[in-house]
């Protein structure tokens, strides 16, 4: 049984309460969660799932990708049943710097697309800094400092991020909707938008914030050549003073 994706409607979601569905070990599977697992290029979420006095530390969260089930690995023996009610809390500081990282990477890749066509060819988003590769064929660190101050610019305008759900017909009407390339399985007939409007719109299952300007200011950590065309940036979020 598929795992209710409840991020993917509220990406500020907290808490949660959930039924257990199955118990492996330390794995926990829940009828929904607000969890995040490690997918999309964006890490886990860890936290705690509660019952009664009972407190169990999530310490990973995959997605088995054949049955779409998100598995919580706890720390520790783990004595929940199936059918019990339990509540879940998702460690808030480090999933909201992961939003705004990510939500930092649809600037940074919209305003590379728009001035030089370039596309993802990978990335990984995690608490302390996220990189991304780009198929670029120049290996000049300007660029991504140009890109970034643009991004910089970009989020001081205070956009929504809007989301919302398309069937794929509808969605790949869209020009430019699939920014990464071949990642988007075909089984999945109802892809969700996430719309910055004017600057950037992609189908993609992630938390991000409600509005670009939460992310604050994107900081350039280094840029690497990986290859012919492959260029990797590390960029971080200006912690506030
Ligand atoms: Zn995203």
Redesign the pocket.
């Known amino acids: 049984m598929s795992t209710k994706l409840l991020y993917m409607y509220d990406s500020y979601l907290r808490k949660f309460n959930a039924k257990v569905i199955k118990v492996m070990d330390n794995k926990v599977i829940l009828d929904q969660t607000a969890f995040h697992p490690l997918t999309?290029g964006?890490a886990n979420d860890t936290g705690y799932i509660v019952k009664d006095d009972e407190k169990y530390r999530v310490i990973d969260v995959k997605l088995n990708k054949e049955t779409n089930e998100v598995i919580h690995i706890i720390d520790g023996e783990v004595k929940l049943n199936e059918g019990d009610i339990i509540e879940g809390k998702i460690d808030w500081d480090r999933r909201y710097k992961l939003m705004k990282l990510?939500?930092a990477?649809?600037l940074i890749a919209a305003v590379l697309y728009n001035d030089y066509g370039a596309l993802i060819t990978g990335g990984h988003v995690d608490v302390k800094y996220a990189k991304m590769d780009f198929n670029l064929e120049k290996p000049d660190r300007r660029i991504f400092e140009e890109a970034i101050r643009k991004a910089n610019e970009i989020i001081k305008k205070r956009l929504p991020v809007k989301i919302y759900f398309l069937t794929r017909g509808e969605a790949m009407k869209i020009p430019g909707i699939i920014k990464l390339a071949e990642r988007m399985p075909p089984k999945i007939k109802e892809l969700r938008i996430?719309e910055i409007p004017g600057i950037d719109i992609?189908a993609?299952?992630?938390?991000?914030v409600n509005n670009i300007g939460e992310i604050g200011e994107i900081v350039l950590l280094k840029v690497e050549n990986k290859g012919r065309t492959k260029r990797r940036v590390y960029y971080t979020i200006k912690e506030k003073d």
């Open positions: 999309g964006v990510h939500t990477a649809h996430v992609q993609d299952g992630g938390p991000h």
